[in-house]
């Protein structure tokens, strides 16, 4: 089981930007699609975004499109959440996962611990 360690998140103002950060170790990372999901006080947790093992293939959650890129950096061993044009609505509890497979299936293998994004207004 891998393990997953999240950092850069914070306050911003909404416009702003953030870079979350995903570092794993216990697994060998390349062979392993990754994900960032989200859980607001109160909600569900819901899917942000997926990045398959080579990064060459991308999904995002409509409400984060055009706006929230996700990448990866296979050597590091770790995988990146580049959020733009915050808004109020982003304010989470950010998740990284590792999935059980090497294209993203939703089936998530381990869990980071999460960071908190606060955007204002």
């Known amino acids: 089981q891998g393990q997953l360690v999240e950092s850069g998140g914070g306050l911003v103002q909404a416009g702003g930007s953030l870079r979350l950060s995903c570092a794993a170790s216990?697994?060998?990372?390349?062979?392993?699609?990754m994900g960032w999901f989200r859980q607001a006080p109160g909600k569900e947790r819901e899917f942000v975004a997926a990045?398959?093992?080579?990064?060459?293939?991308?999904s995002y959650a409509d409400s984060v499109k055009g706006r929230f890129t996700i990448s990866r950096d296979n050597a590091k061993n770790t995988v990146y959440l580049q959020m733009n044009s915050l808004k109020p609505e982003d304010t989470a509890a950010y998740y990284c996962?590792?999935?059980?497979?090497?294209?993203?299936?939703?089936?998530?293998?381990?869990w980071g611990q999460g960071t908190q994004v606060t955007v204002s207004s």
């Open positions: 996962a590792q999935s059980y497979d090497s294209h993203w299936s939703g089936r998530v293998g381990s």
């Open positions: 216990g697994r060998t990372f390349s062979n392993y699609a």
């Open positions: 990045i398959n093992w080579s990064g060459g293939y991308t």
